[in-house]
C-alpha cells in the first residue's frame, strides 16, 4: 500500500525556517519523481517544487531562491528545506508521488509564518 507521511510543519516568525520531511512506503521510491503542493486558505493547490528521479529540480517563481528539494533514496524519503519564509507561504504542504499513471498523495503538514 503506497503511503507518504509528512512531518515538519509547525507555526515560524517570518524570516523563519522550516524542514519538511516526506517518507514513503509502498513503492519503490527511487523509481519516482517527487513533488511539494500547497493549498493556502481559499486558494487552489498549487505546484512548489519538483524533483525527478534523476535529482533534477524545479521551483514556482515565488519560492525560488529561499526553497530547496532534495531526496534521499536509501531513507526513502523527500525534503523540502524552506528558508526566509514570508506569511505567504502559510498552507497545508502535501507531498506527491508521480510515475505514470501512478500518483499518490500524503495527508499534508499545516505551516504558519505569522509574527
Known amino acids: 500500500q503506497v503511503q507518504l507521511v509528512e512531518s515538519g510543519g509547525g507555526l515560524v516568525q517570518p524570516g523563519g525556517s522550516l524542514r519538511l520531511s516526506c517518507a514513503a512506503s509502498?513503492?519503490?521510491?527511487?523509481?519516482?519523481?517527487m513533488s511539494w503542493y500547497r493549498q493556502a486558505p481559499g486558494k487552489e493547490r498549487e505546484l512548489v517544487t519538483t524533483?525527478?528521479?534523476?535529482?533534477?529540480?524545479s521551483y514556482v517563481d515565488s519560492v525560488k531562491g529561499r526553497f530547496t528539494i532534495s531526496r534521499d533514496n536509501s531513507k526513502n524519503t523527500v525534503y523540502l528545506q524552506m528558508n526566509s519564509l514570508k506569511p505567504e507561504d502559510t498552507a497545508v504542504y502535501y507531498c506527491?508521488?508521480?510515475?505514470?499513471?501512478?500518483?499518490?498523495w500524503g495527508q499534508g503538514t499545516q505551516v504558519t509564518v505569522s509574527s
Open positions: 524533483i525527478t528521479v534523476g535529482g533534477s529540480t
Open positions: 509502498g513503492f519503490i521510491f527511487s523509481n519516482y519523481a
Open positions: 506527491y508521488a508521480y510515475r505514470f499513471p501512478t500518483t499518490s
